[in-house]
């Protein structure tokens, strides 16, 4: 769900809310008691093929404080907004609250607009992100809850493929401090932009080492608007803001694709950092360094190529993890390094 669009006449200056519990209201802070509440907070863009099973999963967290279900709906066509509001008896009878609001524009505003609004019409203390495509585990909400009142400075996730966004969960007083989430629209990563924020503001992230969550990857989801050299690029600015401005010189652990690929994407001042390539493969080290034939230097930087025992740390180990049958691990392990310190991730 992503794109750039213009509010019409079509949107509704207040959401619907639909509670039948007494102390149920509508403002922006929690009733008095309600200060543990978890506010589901859900964008919607045509997502009425995947609906029914998101909603149901909500109803079926085995979390016993009180819960709200906040969701925008970003111009959806498909009869989505109406088919949740069928959804609302259900709710109610639940003991749970509904809010829905979004607009009629035939142009989304985006992913990123959609969750702020939904987040503006939330009033939970905690704010469990949750797409509309997915599917939560019955503990889901439980399990985060309480790891976000033991700690409210962090950003919770979970087992699975990625610490961005699909299983996020974090306290509002939080979220309030990184900000909003970008409404650029359409190719903006809003979750990976609010996730290097958080950082920067010395959060954490913490998970909750169980699957709570069944991540749906389809041909119509919203990261595939993304383009990977989008997220590339961010990935290498944040790795020069936040690491490699820390280091006089690094080695680049990986001479193949990956490695040169990241080498030839630093800026010139960072070039210039990287004393060696080290890898285990004979051939590459045999060849004794790697000529950068793009460069507009002369001569053209060679960059050695050692034998990951012959090279110094630190490293950016650009190696997939658990694609090598533990033999990274094995040899990172083998030198007594500490991630952090000695070395990053970057694959």
Not at 45 to 61: K, P, R, T, V, Y
Not at 105 to 117: C, D, F, L, M
Not at 124 to 142: E, I, N, S, T, W
Request: charged share 25%.
């Amino acid at each position: 769900m992503s794109g750039k669009q213009e509010l019409s006449g079509g949107s509704e200056p207040e959401p619907k809310r639909f509670c039948e519990r007494s102390g149920c209201h509508g403002g922006g802070e929690p009733a008095e008691g309600d200060s543990d509440t978890v506010s589901v907070i859900m964008p919607v863009f045509n997502a009425s093929d995947w609906l029914d099973e998101c909603l149901q999963a909500i109803l079926e967290q085995d979390f016993q404080g009180r819960m709200e279900l906040c969701v925008f709906d970003d111009g959806s066509t498909d009869g989505s907004r109406e088919l949740v509001e069928r959804w609302r008896p259900k709710f109610e009878d639940r003991g749970i609250s509904v809010l829905i609001s979004g607009h009629k524009s035939s142009s989304p505003r985006g992913v990123g607009y959609a969750k702020n609004q939904a987040v503006s019409q939330s009033s939970g203390r905690f704010l469990c992100f949750q797409d509309a495509d997915d599917v939560m585990k019955p503990q889901r909400v439980r399990l985060q809850q309480e790891a976000a009142a033991a700690n409210p400075t962090a950003v919770y996730t979970s087992h699975g493929p990625t610490v961005i966004m699909p299983s996020w969960f974090c306290s509002r007083s939080w979220f309030e401090k990184v900000g909003q989430f970008h409404e650029g629209g359409k190719g903006v990563p809003e979750d990976l932009l609010f996730f290097y924020q958080s950082l920067r503001l010395g959060g954490l992230v913490l998970r909750v080492d169980e699957c709570l969550l069944v991540y749906r990857y389809h041909e119509h989801a919203a990261t595939h608007s993304v383009l990977e050299q989008t997220i590339w690029d961010l990935r290498v600015d944040f790795l020069q803001e936040r690491v490699l401005s820390q280091w006089d010189s690094f080695t680049i652990w990986n001479a193949g694709k990956q490695g040169r690929k990241l080498y030839r994407s630093l800026r010139p001042d960072n070039q210039s950092k990287v004393k060696a390539f080290c890898d285990v493969d004979e051939n590459k080290i045999k060849k004794g360094f790697y000529t950068y034939e793009e460069s507009k230097e002369r001569p053209k930087p060679k960059i050695p190529v050692l034998h990951f025992r012959n090279a110094s740390p630190p490293f950016i180990v650009c190696v997939k993890l658990d694609m090598t049958d533990g033999v990274l691990e094995g040899n990172l392990h083998s030198l007594q390094l500490t991630e952090g310190v000695h070395y990053y991730h970057f694959n």
